[in-house]
């Protein structure tokens, strides 16, 4: 992925959500194959160690603070690839967040922001710079979704939902995109060990306590493993995969209500969690 293209610019992956979490997790798995390895989040802080462990991993790090849900964030970040010589190989999408709760009884405006990053800023990243991979007939995207996306979710049903359009959106763009050479890829985890469960309030849910937790390099790995092979859609991990079956061999009435039921219990029935920006 090291080599120059045509037009002179050099190829990159690109992170959102780079400072934690697994888009951190699979900068440094990219940086490994010496890839540059553009790192973009909000805080400077957690971008310039990301920035240190993809160049100790072998990579080369850029680095831009970016808030993905302001006006225009893709054209800046389309502007700053250009200044600094780079094109747009692989984008991560990795930045999301959610909320647990009753969403009547949540804030409007933060359930509305899963909306605004989870899916409309996935969505314009992505065709900001799906056309320049199409042209080059190479490269791709990788989409961070959730086990969560394979049913809907109340008492998370904003974040539920805007996992179910990350699988569907991704499924479609892959079926677009693949004669070209390109990949789009879903990654469908189960709960992974990152500050998400905790800032979320899905740690209180007894969905997520039942289910084991992954590693984040774990889950990176076989994400980047299951696009170099061109696939849509990595499970990783077997209660996943076990979790997303289920979810699709259940009546959708019975999975609602058990999943419903599960989420439900808790210490804290209707917590207003506050916003994150990691997985």
């Known amino acids: 992925m090291r080599e120059n293209n045509e037009t002179g610019n050099r190829p990159a992956v690109v992170v959102l959500g780079a400072s934690r979490g697994i888009g951190r997790a699979i900068a440094r798995v990219a940086a490994?194959?010496?890839?540059?390895?553009?790192?973009?989040?909000?805080?400077?802080?957690?971008?310039?160690?990301?920035?240190?462990?993809?160049?100790?991993?072998?990579?080369?790090?850029?680095?831009?603070?970016?808030?993905?849900?302001?006006?225009?964030?893709?054209?800046?970040?389309?502007?700053?690839?250009?200044?600094?010589?780079?094109?747009?190989?692989?984008?991560?999408?990795?930045a999301g967040y959610g909320l647990r709760g009753a969403a009547t009884s949540l804030p409007l405006e933060d359930q509305l922001g899963i909306i605004d990053l989870n899916i409309r800023a996935l969505a314009d990243m992505s065709l900001r710079f799906l056309p320049g991979m199409v042209a080059r007939r190479r490269g791709g995207v990788v989409n961070l979704g959730s086990i969560a996306g394979f049913a809907p979710g109340p008492y998370?049903?904003?974040?539920?939902?805007?996992?179910?359009?990350?699988?569907?959106?991704?499924?479609?763009?892959?079926?677009?995109?693949?004669?070209?050479?390109?990949?789009?890829?879903?990654?469908?985890?189960g709960p992974v060990s990152t500050d998400f469960l905790e800032k979320s309030g899905a740690d209180r849910a007894a969905l997520f306590k039942v289910l084991p937790k992954l590693k984040a390099?774990?889950?990176?790995?076989?994400?980047?493993?299951?696009?170099?092979?061109?696939?849509?859609?990595?499970?990783?991990g077997f209660s996943a995969k076990l979790t997303a079956f289920i979810a699709r061999v259940l009546p959708s009435a019975a999975a609602l209500r058990l999943i419903g039921r599960v989420q439900r219990r808790s210490k804290d029935p209707s917590p207003h969690g506050p916003r994150t920006s990691v997985k």
């Open 156 to 189: 998370m049903a904003f974040y539920y939902a805007s996992k179910s359009f990350v699988h569907s959106f991704s499924a479609a763009l892959h079926e677009e995109v693949r004669r070209f050479g390109v990949t789009v890829t879903c990654v469908a985890p």
């Open 217 to 236: 390099d774990y889950v990176a790995e076989r994400a980047w493993r299951g696009f170099k092979s061109g696939r849509s859609l990595v499970v990783p």
């Open 32 to 94: 490994r194959e010496r890839n540059i390895v553009v790192l973009v989040a909000r805080s400077p802080d957690e971008l310039a160690a990301a920035a240190a462990e993809v160049e100790e991993a072998g990579g080369e790090a850029f680095t831009i603070e970016l808030d993905l849900m302001a006006p225009g964030a893709s054209s800046h970040l389309d502007a700053f690839l250009a200044e600094k010589g780079l094109v747009c190989d692989v984008l991560v999408n990795s």
